[in-house]
């Protein structure tokens, strides 16, 4: 467990090159992926391939056929489990397996990505080559989650402190939605920018942010999944370019990021967990330099990511029914719409169905979905007291991840003394730089 | 009402009541169907095949209720409908603020401009930051085709890239300054990428204009559209930026495989039933197979399957009524059978675009001179 910028991807990359071995690396999202790919491609080393869903077919099958040759494989999870993937794969010699990004093993394991559950099996298959598990934030809980997934007996752990003293925590009390919107507002204009502000909803992202760039002296632009290919790649450089102020975005935006300079990251919404929580704000000052976290809290915000978890949660019956309507059919949608289940619900019941061999099957998937839920609720109280509570906030993160000891600076959190205008900037801030069609032109084809 | 609101009453106008809603749904959409590529061609309006392959079905009603609710289309039958007056004089002024898509080719264009566009802006990135003695960049085209073949262009460059940068330069400076551009070069230059700066994207040129997206959009298509056909029309006047799609020009008719197979037995038969029974195949798909291959193929030789002069017939009918409804037309021409008729339709129309010719028809819609000093 590493901070977010400490060089997770030398622990694979240098190893590769000083024993010369072929290392496969699994990644849980698909933009992270490409990012990757992209910043090896950008040192040079054209060994390498991403082998995900978005791969035409046409590439797939050419990169299954030399799949040897590749020193780096990123692979989706649920491409892994596929037949003509795994043969493909017993072709290579992996030396060493790599789990990016590991804490989704938890935190979306059986909710969202019943894939990564059956890594541990993918592990053997390969020939239990050494095994390298990367995060930049797991409790204790989630660590233990991981070593039994990944089937990993006694290894050696190495655990970094979640404390990063150049961050100032920061938690503004708010009363009312439209304080909210008015108070981002000044934040735009007043606190040191490159800065991240997270949202929960695509669609606040992308109204707010279309209005404050017309309102506002300054460069913003929304990052979220809804946007093709092209126009992400186009903001993301942006940013990296420092040709914008701030970026409104959803959790999809900054895993892959390598940018060095963001001074602030703002939450509009509360993460539904410490380490969402964490790992987002860890993008901030990754130079060193200081940089801020604010936390908008509005009274009652917890409610809205916890009736979200509610919806989410299957109820007995529609287990029941579940497994009734499969008997009869195989038709995805079809059992879906019947036992009125989401996409992602099937999903995870679909995993148990093929790894869950109880007697009474849907009392104990029953069970164990409950389980989650109750835990995904007590890490949302958990987060609901760091913006509540009248404790250091530092020392509530930290003792989320059972630390004991920390450093802080100067700045630690508005609870122990905190002054934004500390955080504040008199820039002007990225600036349009608008040139008329002929001078751009000139600009990026003259010299 | 926004762009999107009026492409679509453009859609209903032509269609005119003849069609369901998810015909023009499936035209923009580009859903490579016979029925929806035959409408295209029969309509005249095959300017907007595959115009918006992004939008969703949601978005779509969204924009149909929307103009249904300020009584701009009326319900004809079950989800067929026709332009009120209102809808029309608002479609027609709305187009005398707006500038009209009047080069859109959708049918001709789309592929290649899509691919057009993705190795100009990877190729000019990569000039750029040459020249700029940088040879790191992120790349603003990930898809592996695209990058291949910017990547073979390059190295055919040579020690010469200085000097073709700055003839990529001439011919972009040339091809946005003639007094033929439809638009503002803006929405064109402005997207593309370099060295230290990186180019806009479509949201953020709407918001510069203060325009909705949709009209970005469709103002970028109709841009790459013209390009496409002004460098096919003048090639020796861009010889980098023809060469740059040429290979596509000789791209094989891609035909759906059971059409596919059609035409190979065609090569030796010219029998429809004689097809349909060694392909164990009903006449009708035959014949929407070789409709498929008539709209594909500009080489297609309609005389064999219509005399010449019952094509003359069949044709002036069908001009007289100034109606394509296939039904008063057989009544019009009973010697000629379903198939012959919309045979002749579907390739007489590709030369019959209302989409230009809606724009000839009001002159005074938003001309382009006015577009571009805007
Ligand atoms: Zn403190």
């Known amino acids: 467990m590493l901070p977010t910028g400490s060089g997770k991807s030398l622990c694979y990359q240098m190893p590769s090159y000083l024993l010369n071995i072929q290392v496969l690396i699994v990644s849980p999202l698909l933009s992270l992926m490409q990012d990757q790919v992209e910043q090896i491609k950008y040192r040079g080393e054209k060994s390498v ?15 299954l056929h030399n799949l040897r040759q590749f020193r780096f494989i990123f692979i989706s999870p649920e491409m892994l489990v596929l037949p003509e993937v795994k043969k493909a794969l017993a072709s290579c010699l992996i030396r060493l397996f790599v789990v990016d990004e590991a804490h989704c ?10 894939d990564y559950m059956l890594l541990g099996e993918v592990k053997k298959q390969l020939g239990s080559p050494v095994t390298l598990a990367l995060t930049a934030t797991a409790t204790q809980k989630i660590r233990s989650d991981i070593r039994t997934a990944l089937k990993l007996s006694s290894p050696a752990e190495w655990v970094y402190s979640v404390n990063r003293p150049n961050i100032a925590l920061n938690v503004k009390q708010i009363d009312s939605f439209q304080q909210k919107i008015e108070i981002l507002k000044e934040y735009m204009r007043t606190i040191s920018s490159p800065g991240i502000v997270y949202f929960s909803s695509k669609r606040l992202a992308d109204e707010l942010a279309a209005e404050m760039h017309q309102h506002l002296d300054r460069q913003i632009a929304s990052y979220h999944a809804g946007l093709d290919t092209e126009q992400r790649i186009l903001i993301q450089q942006q940013f990296l370019n420092d040709q914008l102020d701030w970026i409104f975005a959803t959790s999809a935006f900054g895993m892959g990021v390598n940018k060095e300079n963001i001074r ?11 380490e969402s929580f964490v790992q987002e704000i860890g993008r901030a000052g990754r130079d060193g330099k200081k940089s801020v976290s604010i936390l908008l809290y509005l009274k009652g915000d917890e409610k809205i990511t916890g009736n979200l978890l509610e919806l989410e949660n299957l109820s007995l019956r529609q287990i029941n029914e579940y497994k009734k309507i499969r008997q009869e059919t195989v038709n995805q949608k ?3 719409e019947k036992a009125g289940i989401s996409e992602i619900q099937y999903r995870v019941l679909n995993y148990f169905e093929k790894h869950e061999n109880h007697k009474n099957w849907e009392e104990n998937v029953f069970r164990l979905m409950s389980d989650r839920l109750r835990e995904r609720k007590e890490q949302l109280t958990q987060m609901t007291f760091y913006a509540t509570s009248p404790t250091c906030r530092r020392r509530l993160v930290i003792e989320s991840f059972n630390e004991r000891e920390f450093s802080s600076k100067a700045h630690c959190c508005d609870v122990c003394g905190l002054n934004l205008e500390d955080f504040s900037t008199e820039d002007k801030g990225a600036g349009s730089a608008a040139q008329s069609w002929e001078k751009r032109l000139a600009r990026l084809l003259l010299v | 009402m926004n762009y999107l609101d009026a492409i679509l009453l453009m859609c209903f106008r032509i269609f005119n009541g003849d069609r369901s809603r998810s015909a023009i749904y499936h035209l923009l959409t580009g859903k490579k169907i016979s029925q929806t590529i035959q409408d295209a061609h029969l309509y005249g309006i095959s300017n907007l095949f595959q115009t918006m392959p992004a939008m969703s079905r949601s978005d779509f009603d969204k924009s149909c209720q929307n103009i249904i609710e300020q009584k701009l289309i009326l319900q004809k039958e079950d989800r067929h409908y026709i332009l009120t007056e209102k809808g029309d004089k608002s479609a027609s002024v709305f187009f005398k603020n707006h500038p009209f898509p009047r ?3 959708g049918w001709k264009y789309h592929d290649r401009a899509q691919i057009f566009w993705k190795r100009l ?3 000019v990135q990569t000039l750029s930051y040459t020249i700029h003695g940088e040879s790191r960049f992120y790349p603003v085209q990930r898809d592996p085709d695209i990058q291949r073949w910017v990547r073979s262009a390059f190295q055919e460059l040579g020690p010469d890239r200085k000097k073709k940068t700055l003839r990529l330069y001439d011919e972009l400076i040339q091809l946005c300054s003639d007094s033929r551009f439809p638009d503002n070069p803006d929405f064109l230059i402005q ?9 806009w994207t479509a949201e953020q040129l709407a918001a510069h204009f203060q325009i909705d997206s949709a009209e970005v959009h469709f103002r970028f298509l109709n841009i790459l559209h013209y390009v496409m056909a002004e460098i096919d029309n003048a090639h020796k006047r861009y010889p980098i930026l023809h060469s740059m799609q040429q290979d596509l ?3 094989q008719l891609i035909f759906t495989s059971s059409t596919e197979k059609t035409f190979q037995l065609m090569a030796s038969c010219r029998s429809i039933p004689k097809i349909a029974k060694e392909r164990k195949l009903k006449e009708s798909t035959i014949e929407d197979h070789i409709i498929e291959i008539a709209l594909m193929s500009p080489a297609f030789a309609v005389e064999e399957f219509v005399p010449q002069t019952l094509q003359e017939k069949i044709w002036k009918a069908a001009s007289n009524s100034n109606n394509k409804k296939m039904r008063e037309l057989k009544q019009a021409v009973p010697e000629a059978s379903f198939f012959q008729i919309r045979l002749v339709l579907v390739t007489r129309g590709r030369e019959d675009g209302k989409w230009k010719k809606y724009y000839t028809e009001n002159s005074v819609l938003h001309p382009s001179e006015k577009a571009r000093k805007k």
């Open chain 1, 105 to 114: 093993i938890s935190q979306w394991g059986p909710d969202f990505r019943p």
């Open chain 2, 191 to 199: 997207r593309l990428t370099g060295y230290e700066k990186i180019g």
């Open chain 2, 103 to 105: 080069c859109l080719e």
């Open chain 2, 121 to 123: 802006s990877l190729l």
């Open chain 2, 249 to 251: 020009l000789k791209k």
């Open chain 1, 49 to 63: 391939i991403a082998l995900n869903s978005f791969l035409p077919y046409k590439e797939k099958v050419q990169a």
């Open chain 1, 334 to 336: 079809v059992v879906e």
């Open chain 1, 264 to 274: 602030t990251v703002i939450h509009f919404h509360m993460p539904s967990s410490m």
